[in-house]
C-alpha cells in the first residue's frame, strides 16, 4: 500500500512538472495576474491617444484635453474608481506602446479590424462611423462615387497607418496613394488641388469641407463600416470583461448617449 502511495506521488510530480504552470493557473492566479487588478492597486489609468482627432480628442485653448473619446476615458477611470493619465502620442506609436505595456489602453478613434485584431484585443464598439471622401473640387468635382478614384491618374491622401491607408491599398490599386503623417496635410493637398481626394472618417470630413467649401467637395456617404473600440492587450479576460460590463452599463443608463449628443447631435442630426 506504502509502495502504491508512492508510486501515485511520484506520477504527479511528474505530471506537474510535464504540464508546468498550468495545473497551478487558477481564476485567482488570473485575477491577480490581470492589469484590472495592477491598475486599481495603481489608482491610475493610463490611456493612449492623438490629440489631434476632433472631436473625437484635441486639445482646448488651455491646453486640456477634450472630446468624445477624453470622455469616455474620464468616465471610465471614474467608474473604475482610479485617476486618468491621458498620453498623447502620434498615431503609429499606440499600438507599439499599448504591446509594449507602456499603456494601458488605446481609446483614440481606432477601428476594430481583423489583422489588428492579431496583435491586440478590442472591446464591442461604442461608435460605429465609416471612411468618405473629401475631394479636389478643382481635380475631382465631378466624382459621385469614391469607386470613381480608381483609375490611373488619380490621387488620394491618406493618414498614414489609419484604416484609410489600408483600405486605400487594397481597393484602390489603380490610383497613387500618398501618404502624410499629419491630418491637415492631407486636407491642405485637397484644398491646392495637388490630390484627387482624402479618405478619412465621415465626420472630418464633413468637417473640412465646411471649412473649404470652395475649393473642396465631400462625399459623406460611407464606403466602409469603421467601429470604434476600445484596445487592450492581448491574453487579459479579467480586463476584457470588465471594460465590456463598462460598456455595457453607459450604454444602458444613457451615458453613452448623452455623450453623443454633446459631441454629434450638431453634425449628425441624432
Not at 69 to 81: K, M, N, S, Y
Not at 163 to 185: G, Q
Request: proline share 4%; hydrophobic share 40%; aromatic share 10%.
Amino acid at each position: 500500500m506504502i509502495r502504491f502511495i508512492r508510486i501515485v506521488s511520484l506520477a504527479f510530480v511528474a505530471l506537474t512538472m510535464c504540464c508546468g504552470t498550468s495545473v497551478a493557473v487558477t481564476p485567482f492566479d488570473v485575477y491577480e495576474g490581470s492589469n484590472l487588478r495592477k491598475i486599481v492597486q495603481r489608482g491610475t489609468l493610463v490611456v493612449g491617444m492623438e490629440l489631434k482627432f476632433w472631436p473625437f480628442e484635441y486639445v482646448d485653448e488651455q491646453g486640456n484635453p477634450v472630446g468624445f473619446d477624453v470622455d469616455i476615458a474620464r468616465t471610465l477611470a471614474e467608474r473604475l474608481g482610479v485617476k486618468l493619465e491621458i498620453k498623447d502620442m502620434e498615431w503609429t506609436g499606440l499600438i507599439p506602446a499599448l504591446t509594449a505595456g507602456k499603456i494601458d489602453l488605446i481609446i483614440s478613434g481606432i477601428t476594430g479590424t481583423l489583422e489588428r485584431g492579431k496583435s491586440i484585443t478590442f472591446t464591442s464598439p461604442y461608435f460605429t462611423t465609416g471612411l468618405c471622401a473629401l475631394l479636389s473640387a478643382q481635380k475631382a468635382g465631378d466624382v459621385t462615387d469614391a469607386a470613381a478614384l480608381d483609375a490611373p491618374g488619380r490621387i488620394i491622401a491618406v493618414k498614414t497607418g489609419t484604416t484609410a491607408d489600408l483600405v486605400a491599398t487594397k481597393r484602390f490599386p489603380k490610383a497613387t496613394i500618398n501618404r502624410y503623417s499629419d491630418e491637415t496635410a492631407c486636407v491642405q493637398e485637397v484644398v491646392a488641388g495637388r490630390v484627387d481626394a482624402f479618405f478619412y472618417d465621415q465626420i472630418s470630413i464633413g468637417k473640412h469641407h465646411r471649412q473649404n467649401p470652395e475649393t473642396t467637395k465631400a462625399l459623406l456617404t460611407p464606403f466602409t463600416y469603421e467601429p470604434f473600440c476600445i484596445a487592450l492587450q492581448k491574453g487579459d479576460f479579467d480586463w476584457w470583461q470588465w471594460l465590456e460590463s463598462y460598456l455595457a452599463t453607459i450604454k444602458s443608463d444613457g451615458t453613452l448617449e448623452a455623450l453623443r449628443a454633446k459631441y454629434f447631435k450638431d453634425i449628425l442630426g441624432n
